[in-house]
Structure formats: structure tokens, C-alpha cells
């Protein structure tokens, strides 16, 4: 087998986990230029650069399913890398978001096809679970919200492109599982050893499922109310938490896992953007800002690393 086609057949679905990072990014800065006006558009640029990576991604993956269906396969059936696959349905739906007010019909249909594949997979991977036999405590980590609490993102497009029972549906789906997956993920954290180097990343995926929580709450017409506040505090603290332990992750190798920072503290800042206009209290507008800061500074180190992991075909190999 050539060099070429090797690198198609190890091309990781994980790959689509940097179309979210960089998704949540755009929108954060589209609700920066709402509030602060500050004269120059960094959500379109990013809303381009996101839309043509995730073509050209897609394309390559769609590559391997037609070259290697067997790879496809045996990924998402594997017991860790399984966890990963939803994150193509998931940028489906944060494109949605994107395309919300700039392409309404164009975002229908992207929510559209990302929740049907999104409820495909989340019930593929439940089925998995319950009928397992292969499944070992080792193989748990953080990824695992993705395929069900992901449920969640479904009704920040979908209060405007369905029934509201749809996203009700959706987002109690994945409030159920939330606090089952973190109890169990924790007692795999505390008494079965640290994670491997590669997904310690991951960490920051327990600031996702109350941050976009409190996003689709609002969404949903709670507002900023009792429940909604336990949402965002919740996600404040565990971005707190982890915040508080950069030197530890900054050491770490590179790996494409690293994209797993950049979701959550996106959705972070997008819900403190939030708070600040629902509150209309200045600590969260500086809050929101310099959570924006950070995540800028995030993204651009995360795209630096990723393009100089691609030249030095770190990615991409067998066992990467």
C-alpha cells in the first residue's frame, strides 16, 4: 500500500472535532461584534475558513468510505474511537448556528440532515453499550459525551427550523444522560488511574454539556432563571477547574485530541456572552471578553500545531 492511500485509510473521523472547535469559535466572535462593535468582521472570515475545511474534510472522508469501507467501520465500532463519530453530525448542526441569520434555508437543511444522523448514531451507540462485549473501564473518558449529551446542541437552530417538541425532545435526551455519564466518568477519573496522555484533553468536555445546556435553555424560553443559572455556573466552574491546571496541559504531546479544548471554551464564552446581554451586568461582558481573548489565542496555536502535525505527517498514521 502506498503512502497515500495508508494516510486515506488511518484519516480519523476525530478530524471533524476541529470543524466544532472552529464553528463555536465563529459564533462566539459573531456575538463579540453584536455587542462590542468593534469594526472588523472575524466571524465571516471564519465562517469561510470553517465551511471550506469542512468540505474538504468530508470529501476525504467520504474518499475513505468508498476506498475503505472496512476501516469505516471497524472505527465506529471501536470501543474508544466510536465516541468520535458523532462529532461529523454535531458540526452539521454548529454549522446550522452559523448559517442561522446568513443562509436560513441552507442552515435548515444542515440542521435537518445533522439531527437525523446525529439520533442515528445516538442510538447506534447506545444499542452498542447496552449489547457490549467488548467494553472495559479503561476505554472510558470524557469523548463519550459526545454521542448523547451532544443531543443538547440540537435546539439552539432548532426553536427556528421545527416544532418546539422536537427540540424538547432532543434536549432532554441529553440532560438525562449528563450527570449518569459524568458520575460514571468520574469514577473511572478517581479510582482507575489517569487517562492516557492522548485523550487527557478531553478533560475539557465536561465544561460542554451545561455551557451549550444554558445556551438551549435560553433557547428554550428559560431564560436566565434558577435553573438555567445552575447550567452556566456549573460549566463556570469546570472552566475554572481545568483553566487552573494549564501548566499541566500545555506539557502534554500534541495530538489531534487537542481540538477538544476548543469547543467547550467556546460554548463557554457564547453562554457568558449570553449572560451578559440577558443581565445587562458588566462582569460578564469582561468575563465573555476575556474568555474570547483566550479562545483566539487557542485557536490560532491550535490551527499552527495542527498545520505543522499535517507538514511533519504526524497525522494520520497508524496508531496517531
Known sequence: MSEQNARLKNFPISWFAMIMGLSGFAIAWN????IFNPGFCVSSLMTGLTTFLFV????????????????????????????????????????????????????FWLWSVGTVVHLALTLYVLSS??????????HLNPAWFIPVVGNILVPVAGMQHAS????????SLGLFFWPVLTAIIFYRLIFHGSLP???????????????????????????????????YFVGLFFTLLLLGQFNYFRRLKFFLSWWAYSFPIAAMTIATFI??????????????????????LLVLMLLARTALAVARREICVEGA
Open 56 to 107: 474538504v474534510l468530508a470529501l476525504i472522508y467520504a474518499a475513505k468510505l468508498v476506498k475503505y469501507p472496512q476501516a469505516v467501520l471497524d472505527e465506529i465500532r471501536h470501543p474508544v474511537k466510536q465516541a468520535f463519530a458523532p462529532t461529523f453530525s454535531i458540526a452539521l448542526l454548529l454549522l446550522s448556528i452559523v448559517y442561522l441569520h446568513i443562509a436560513p434555508v441552507l442552515s
Open 275 to 296: 449572560m451578559a446581554r440577558a443581565t445587562g451586568l458588566a462582569f460578564y461582558t469582561w468575563l465573555a471578553a476575556g474568555l474570547l481573548g483566550a479562545l483566539s
Open 197 to 231: 496522555e492522548r485523550f487527557m484533553p478531553t478533560l475539557f468536555i465536561f465544561i460542554a454539556p451545561p455551557a451549550v445546556g444554558f445556551i438551549s435553555w435560553f433557547n428554550l424560553g428559560g431564560g436566565v432563571d434558577a435553573f438555567g443559572r445552575v447550567l
Open 164 to 171: 418546539v417538541e422536537v427540540s424538547w425532545f432532543f434536549f
Open 31 to 34: 456575538r463579540a461584534e453584536y
Open 129 to 138: 453499550w447496552i449489547h457490549h462485549t467488548k467494553y472495559e473501564i479503561a
